[in-house]
């Protein structure tokens, strides 16, 4: 028995197998898609997931069923936080819906697929390169897409810019017009406060070829998490000049400010 | 009247169409050579050494780059040719290679087209593409040859496309089909990839396990057959619709991993090049840490084709010969 088969056997339960069997995922005979996607590591990762999300971060997903049950479809959230949990928390939130469970791809930086294990791991439990081709194929093949216009400014952000948004790249617009996909924008609170950066250390960032070293606590806060899905928002695919795709930007950048402001109201505290 | 015409012997009623194979010395012509026999004259060439096929198909050690190469198209009546003459990345040296696969193929599309051909078939390889870390998954074929940006030792390869490229715009006639193959395993294919999977034990580099696509040897042979029945000129990948990770790859077929540090980028390719492992070599180590997944759609959808060979089987068979 292989390692991965023996994690599978021990750590994922009845009821998660079941509840990932439900969504169809287009894999190959060995369970793998050519996004380096694993069905086996994706469940174990899931079940070691389980915990940290529900007890952990206690994620509280509102307006999720907004997200359509099948069919091509843009996922636009905040990005902050240092390290890619937004992505895991929203990926989690949506193959744990009772209803219509998916499987959402988290798109990352370019910078991911050079750094051992962690690209790897990364395409294991689906997220891709963010790059515009895999997202044009992804959306060919009915996928959810998670993607963060930020970038590495919204992530990489010290603890005094939170809930600041960063400047908004302007290639998910165009790729939900040609595509013809719906936008969910997404509102995360809590992730700014689950590690803290004070400053950055640039030229150690340069050196080790990194987007960012941050100057921050060695360990990630119990900081709770809500996650505001919005109404879909549906662009025509019209010739625009960029300047005209950059006021669709700013909509849904306005969208995901106003799901922002409504998560930091609801929350009773940073770690409540 | 065209020369081919006129080189046809008169009183010579031909039975059969002529089909030049190269690389004739290969697992690969081989299988090409048994699903034409019956339908086609085979005439078999290559440059490394001489093959007996059998009494029929007439067979020849020969460097393309000489004059004698033309008076096998003054002999037979080539209908068509099928060029599978690449001497891989692992083998020979950078020069022999260049001679042999850019000059040498050059030579060989000249003449198809001094000599009236029109159906040519071009044995390219996926490699073309490059591997880098910001390669998007199932490229099309109309992505960028990165692969000599990243490495000296895989020019050839992107030069005989770009040359079979030049001719397939230039003489439209020769109804040039340029084939771009993912992984070609199964018995007898002595590539890279297959060295490494048939190996007991077989490098890999710590921390990276691409996505890979293989092709069953058998799979191929028929893709061939098919694209050179159809005569459709282009530039086609050509894969099955199934991946799996390197280092599962090796699992499946029961390797031992062997690790090798891969940061920073030059430790590997050190030593790599200290052991002078044939079947790693330094200059495809890119090749193992990211990966090249390619988009056959073109070619399954243009030619109807569908690998038939299930990717547990394949991987199943390397297992068997270590045990």
Excluded at chain 1, 62 to 83: F, Y
Excluded at chain 1, 155 to 173: A, I, M, P, W
Excluded at chain 2, 241 to 270: F, M, N, R
Aim: some cysteine; proline content about 7%; overall charge positive.
């Amino acid at each position: 028995m292989s390692l991965k088969s023996f994690l599978k056997a021990k750590l994922v339960s009845k009821e998660l197998n079941q509840q990932l069997d439900k969504i169809d995922k287009p894999v190959g005979s060995l369970g793998y898609d050519p996004w380096g996607f694993n069905t086996d590591t994706n469940k174990i990762v899931l079940s070691l997931f389980s915990g940290i999300y529900h007890k952990y971060f206690r994620v509280e997903p509102k307006g999720i069923e907004n997200v359509p049950d099948s069919g091509p479809v843009l996922i636009i959230a905040n990005h902050s936080g240092q390290l890619p949990i937004d992505g895991t928390l929203i990926g989690y939130a949506l193959a744990n819906r009772k209803k219509s469970p998916r499987l959402p791809r988290a798109m990352i930086e370019r910078f991911f697929p050079t750094v051992p294990f962690l690209g790897n791991f990364l395409n294991q439990v689906g997220a891709v390169l963010g790059d515009p081709d895999n997202c044009a194929k992804m959306l060919e093949n009915g996928e959810a897409i998670v993607a963060f216009p930020e970038g590495i400014r919204g992530s990489g952000k010290l603890y005094k810019d939170r809930y600041q948004l960063q400047r908004f790249g302007n290639g998910f617009v165009h790729l939900a017009m040609k595509h013809n996909t719906p936008i969910i924008p997404v509102g995360v609170v809590g992730c700014e406060e689950t590690i803290p950066a004070f400053a950055n250390i640039k030229p150690l960032a340069k050196l080790l070829g990194i987007p960012y070293v941050p100057v921050a606590l060695p360990f990630v806060l119990p900081a709770k998490v809500i996650l505001n899905f919005g109404e879909p928002i549906h662009f025509s695919n019209e010739d625009l000049t960029e300047e005209q795709v950059t006021r669709r930007v700013e909509k849904v950048k306005s969208a995901i400010n106003g799901l922002i402001s409504k998560g930091l109201e609801e929350r009773e505290g940073i770690f409540q | 009247m065209s020369e081919k015409q006129k080189k046809t012997p008169k009183n010579t009623k031909k039975v059969k169409k002529t089909v030049l194979v190269t690389g004739a010395a290969g697992a690969l012509s081989q299988q090409i050579i048994n699903r034409l026999r019956d339908t086609y004259q085979i005439v078999a060439v290559d440059f490394r050494k001489l093959t007996f096929h059998s009494d029929d198909i007439p067979s020849y050690k020969i460097d393309f780059n000489k004059r004698g190469f033309e008076d096998l198209f003054k002999q037979y009546d080539f209908d068509s040719v099928i060029h599978l003459g690449r001497i891989s990345s692992s083998e020979e040296t950078r020069m022999s290679r260049y001679n042999a696969n850019v000059l040498g193929t050059q030579k060989l599309l000249d003449l198809s087209h001094k000599y009236g051909i029109n159906n040519v078939i071009v044995l390219s390889t996926y490699h073309v593409y490059g591997a880098s870390p910001y390669n998007p998954a199932l490229i099309d074929e109309t992505a960028p040859l990165k692969a000599a940006e990243l490495t000296m030792d895989l020019v050839d390869s992107v030069e005989l496309e770009n040359l079979a490229n030049i001719y397939l715009w230039r003489y439209p006639d020769l109804n040039i089909t340029i084939l771009r193959p993912c992984n070609i395993v199964g018995p007898g294919v002595k590539n890279t990839i297959s060295s490494l999977l048939s190996s007991k034990y077989a490098p890999t580099l710590v921390g990276f396990s691409p996505i890979m696509q293989f092709i069953h040897i058998d799979d191929m042979a028929d893709a061939i057959t098919l694209a050179h029945k159809k005569r459709i000129r282009g530039v086609y990948n050509v894969a099955p619709s199934d991946w799996i990770s390197y280092q599962d790859a090796l699992t499946h077929c029961g390797c031992t991993e062997i690790p090798i540090p891969s940061i920073p980028p030059v430790l590997p390719k050190l030593i790599t090049g200290l052991l002078d492992l044939k079947m790693f070599p330094t200059y495809l180590i890119n090749y193992f840490k990211y990966p090249v997944v390619i988009n056959a759609k073109t070619f399954n959808d243009t030619f109807g084709f569908k690998a038939k060979r299930p990717l547990k089987e394949i991987l199943r068979t390397y297992k068997e010969m270590k045990e």
